[in-house]
């Protein structure tokens, strides 16, 4: 008998399913201690703590970058009541991977902070594939229903509204309705239907910045018997926690301020547990997002690289400290440009002249803290001659010089883009008036850069037109 398979031949199916009982209820442990932290020690610690970096990692006080594709079993048995989900296993990295996990784990109690709300996660390898993996468990067949529709926000993501408008709506036949006035309950309202399987909105929106009353929606939702999912990217759970005012989904594109440093490609979908829904069965409604992992994120195949979910994690850290830092840089950029003549209009939640101000006060507010903060995403719009000119815009965006022009978001550094000929470039014409992207739009991601720097970057742009 080699020496691997000595203490292997009395542990059965039995004692597995005994052992992974015993993980559970030490997971459980973790995260009951972990919820009593505040947020941002949550952010640093998440559940990795002595005990895991003694078994795990030779004592290391950082997560470990698990680059391995496969995990190796003691036993047959072992490898039965894992591959049965009888105990907890990573397996394969296209399932699991143990870096993963310890990005799911902060992800899941960050988003449900400040509640008694039970919540999992499973992160993928883009924003656009935790949408999909969202959305697509409520699009199956069920022919005691109508046909299919899904009523979303039409303020939403480039992506996003391709991925329905192409994807859902020309190949597979689904109707796709949309919001144009978010803050508008009736609108959303004279919308949904018996056939409608889900609701969906940005907050705010990328990139016009418009938001919605998301427990009146959510509430709306419910009463239909459909989930609300919320695409939080440019709030970020340092500001808006979608899960407590009622949503059933988050999803994240945490390539953008959850991992600023910009290395990686990363989404993230966080559910609460017990979520509504017409469609499913119980397990699914129970836990959709460990549903998801284990059957069809599991089987479509969208999973992130270990690498990826730790630099994640590190940037995830110090997430509420960048927020409060961003968004006053974001609100003292707004009112230079509202101030300024070349300016026509500008868009940011904080400044008294947004359409839903209070809304924005209501939901936008710092972690752990009484402070009101609108976050790191403005929109202005540049003084043209005519309404579908774009003339005065380019030379203020050509002229940057400090700011990047780059189709990105969310960044340590300061990016501005122009959306209608690049983000919003696809969806046409229609699909620009429909979103409220006009030629002469740009779009402010603020970083971290001294707002000095970053203003007197835009007025010399500025200058040049
Ligand atoms: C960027 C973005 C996405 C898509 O995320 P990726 O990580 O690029 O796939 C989705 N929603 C919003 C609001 C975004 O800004």
Known sequence: MSLNQQSSTKKDLNYWIKTGQKMVADRQRRIERTKKWK??????????????????????????????????YENSYHMEAGLSYQMPNWCYSRIANPSTYFLE????????????????CVATASGMSAIRTATEPFLIKDDSLPPINIVTSAKVYGGTFQQFSVRRGQEQGID????????????????IDAGTRFV????????????????AVAELAHINGIPLIVDSTCASPALTRPLAFG?????????????????????????????????????????????????????????LHAMGAIMTLNDIRTL??????????????????????????????????????DLAKKYMRLVDSDENHYG?????EIKEAR?????????????????WRATDLGRVKTVACMNAISTHQQQGEDGRTLASIRPNAVRIAVGVEHPDDIIADLEQGLLKI
């Open 39 to 72: 947020f941002d020690t949550i952010a640093t610690h998440g559940l990795y703590d002595l005990t895991q970096a003694l078994q795990l990692n030779s004592g290391s006080i950082m997560e470990p970058v698990y680059m391995s594709t496969a995990q190796a």
């Open 105 to 120: 784990e902060t992800a899941a109690l960050l988003e449900a902070y400040g509640t008694d709300l039970a919540s999992s």
């Open 176 to 191: 796709v309705r949309w919001v144009t006035n978010p803050t508008n309950m009736d609108e959303w309202a004279s919308k």
């Open 200 to 215: 969906y909105g940005e907050f705010p929106s990328n990139p016009s910045v418009d938001i919605f009353d998301i427990k």
């Open 247 to 303: 949503a059933d989904v988050v999803v994240q594109s945490a390539t953008k301020v959850m991992a600023a440093s910009g290395t990686t490609i990363v989404g993230l979908l966080i559910a609460r547990h017990n979520i509504i829904s017409k469609v499913g069965s119980d397990e699914m409604k129970a836990d959709f997002a460990t549903w998801a992992k284990f059957w069809p994120f599991r089987d479509n195949g969208p999973g």
């Open 320 to 357: 509420r400290p960048r927020i409060a830092q961003m968004s006053r840089t974001a609100l003292t950029v707004s009112k230079f440009l509202e101030a300024h003549p070349k300016v026509d209009r500008v868009f940011y939640p904080g400044l008294t002249s947004y359409p839903a101000y």
């Open 376 to 380: 790191y995403m403005l929109m202005v």
């Open 387 to 403: 309404d579908d000119e774009n003339t005065n815009t380019r030379k203020f965006y050509d002229g940057l010089d400090m700011i």
